[in-house]
């Protein structure tokens, strides 16, 4: 059922910009994309979310391109916090469920 | 201080028994939701609720048990009828719009002996 493609695993450096991509190729044009994160044994955190515009806020940045099929969520001054799972979500428009894949594992090196 | 609470942290049943989650918040939110997360995979949805009294199931709910009686509550009965219960529950609310956000708990971890 997973709509989205994530790469498996990430790092980046302490102090650097993060780009976490995602690929939603057939994304419908009502569907939002929503970016959430898990640290281990934790419940996952909501990040942001957006339909077409790109988006920001205290946490991140949502870029998504002009034919909605990618996004990627910018960490723009990565810590050694934000090594987590961020699991990139497009939301089907019946019913409210989130579909979580396995995500992305970014790891904050020192 | 609002959110969603979860309780316990850590639950140990023998197989068998059945065992009750718990799933508290006080944002207000129609909806709430139960996932299971078993170790290296995503979510996967149970059960969720949209209004008081009223429940519907999600992907994986056999063995499986909510009610919705509170809007503040949504407990998750684990039965004998589970095959695998053991896994990692999370719990979530949102107000119930389709682009509303989900907000989680911390999670109970459930270990079946």
């Known amino acids: 059922d997973a709509k989205t493609t994530q790469p498996t695993s990430m790092d980046c450096a302490e102090g650097r910009a993060a780009n976490l991509p995602c690929n939603h190729s057939t994304i419908s044009g009502n569907e939002y994309v929503y970016w959430y994160r898990q640290i281990h044994s934790q419940g996952p955190q909501y990040i942001i979310h957006?339909?077409?515009n790109n988006e920001t806020n205290e946490m991140a940045s949502l870029i998504i391109t002009e034919d909605r099929k990618s996004s990627t969520l910018i960490l723009p001054h990565a810590t050694l916090r934000d090594t987590a799972v961020y699991y990139c979500?497009?939301?089907?428009?019946?019913?409210?469920?989130?579909?979580f894949g396995t995500g992305t594992s970014l790891t904050v090196i020192p | 201080d609002g959110g969603i609470t979860q309780s316990p942290k850590y639950l140990f049943r023998k197989e068998g028994q059945n065992v009750t989650l718990s799933c508290e918040q006080n944002?207000?939110?129609?909806?709430m939701y139960w996932y299971r997360q078993d170790p290296g995979q995503g979510l996967r949805l149970i059960y969720y609720s949209q209004i008081v009294n009223d429940f519907q199931k999600g992907d994986i709910a056999e063995g499986y048990s909510v009610s919705r009686e509170k809007k503040e509550s949504f407990p998750l009965t684990v039965t004998s009828a589970q095959k695998n219960p053991t896994a990692f529950y999370l719990c979530?609310?949102?107000?119930?719009?389709?682009?509303?956000?989900?907000?989680f708990g911390p999670g109970t971890r459930l270990t079946v002996l």
């Open positions: 979530a609310s949102e107000t119930g719009g389709y682009t509303d956000t989900q907000y």
């Open positions: 944002l207000n939110h129609d909806a």
């Open positions: 979500i497009v939301r089907r428009p019946t019913g409210n469920q989130f579909y």
């Open positions: 957006g339909l077409k």
